[in-house]
């Protein structure tokens, strides 16, 4: 089943690349468009389904369902000439995996366009679990949320005309790798940006959506962001204050983060930020929370409240910031 999923077409309406985007390249202000409304209930379900297929570790039957039901419905959404599945595979700790990320865009009437982004797979292991550390994880949160935010989007998307060209990527193999050996985490966000499907792919910026459905979520400024983008990260937490989310978009800075927006960013140049739920402690560490890489990470731990707010404030930033 999984042949069925390549694509026949590439997307041949994106920008040819010509030169790097830099941070000075973002303005934003209040342009007076509408913007449409968020449902967490729809992300919500989006996420339960998911979770429903259980850990979706590669090479399982799990994994497998879920790409299927992904490219379902961004082609319901985006339309089927505008879907791209990349599939791939790449040899980690001696297991050939079976690899798909997943290219959705709307707004191909516009060549300005911006990424947003999320991981979709779930981690084979909970090594953080006290009392079961080699099972898989569902990743309702790590992975889940963010996907079921984007979901929403697709829906979003297809019903409300955008003012900006926006390209959704679903990446796979974020979070295959064991503790302290990056060199096998972010495997779909590396391939990407090695294997760009439309070479010289040049948005105006990207938004990495991970852990952003939690109970007790906060989103301090993260490090990495504020170096690529400040000015992003600014206008976001801006508008997150303005609409009464203070609480969840601090404005303070964060810690610096390992994660796919530093591999887009270190390949292809493309300035991207990183939306993502840890707290930095008294000596400056990073501290994620407690159900991270746990049996916990599952559906009772899932926050509409979370997942309205980060609706809202990056539905507000494309429908009603960017100036054309």
């Known amino acids: 089943m ?9 997307f041949s309406f994106l920008l040819i690349f010509f030169g790097c985007r830099s941070d000075g390249d973002l303005e934003f202000s ?3 468009r509408f913007v449409p409304e968020f449902s967490s209930e729809r992300a919500y379900q989006y996420i339960a389904e998911q979770v429903e297929f259980g850990p979706r570790v590669p090479n399982t039957e799990a994994h497998r369902q879920a790409i299927q039901y992904f490219n379902q419905h961004f082609r319901e959404t985006a339309g089927n000439s505008s879907v791209y599945v990349q599939s791939f595979r790449q040899v980690v700790y001696g297991d050939t995996l079976n690899l798909y990320n997943l290219v959705a865009a709307f707004g191909t009437e516009h060549s300005d366009r911006i990424l947003l982004a999320a991981h979709w797979d779930s981690r084979p292991r909970g090594e953080e679990d006290p ?23 697709a829906n979003i998307f297809a019903e409300y005309d955008l003012p900006i060209g926006v390209d959704i990527i679903l990446f796979d193999g974020e979070d295959y790798g064991v503790q302290s050996d990056l060199d096998h985490y972010f495997l779909g966000s590396r391939y990407w940006g090695n294997n760009p499907p439309v070479p010289g792919y040049n948005p105006r910026f990207g938004i990495l959506l991970d852990m952003v459905g939690g109970k007790g979520a906060i989103f301090p400024k993260e490090g990495y962001s504020m170096q690529f983008a400040p000015s992003l990260v600014n206008e976001i ?13 601090l404005n303070e800075r964060g810690g610096r983060i390992a994660d796919d927006h530093i ?8 300035p991207m930020i990183n939306i993502i739920h840890h707290r930095v402690d008294a000596l400056g560490n990073v501290q994620f929370p407690p ?9 009772e731990i899932i926050d509409k ?7 809202d404030v990056v539905l507000e930033l494309i429908y009603n910031r960017i100036p054309k």
Not at 240 to 247: I, L, S, V
Not at 305 to 311: N, S
């Open 2 to 10: 999984k042949h069925s999923l390549l694509p026949v077409t590439l």
């Open 30 to 32: 209040e342009q007076g």
């Open 131 to 153: 009392d079961d550390p080699d099972s898989p994880i569902l990743g309702a949160d790590d992975g889940g949320s963010g996907v079921g935010v984007l979901m929403e989007f």
């Open 237 to 249: 937490w801006s508008i997150g204050a303005e609409f009464g989310y203070g609480d969840l978009f």
């Open 263 to 270: 591999i887009v960013e270190q390949i292809t140049g493309i």
């Open 291 to 299: 159900y991270w890489h746990t049996q916990n990470d599952n559906m």
């Open 305 to 311: 409240e979370v997942l309205q707010a980060v609706g």
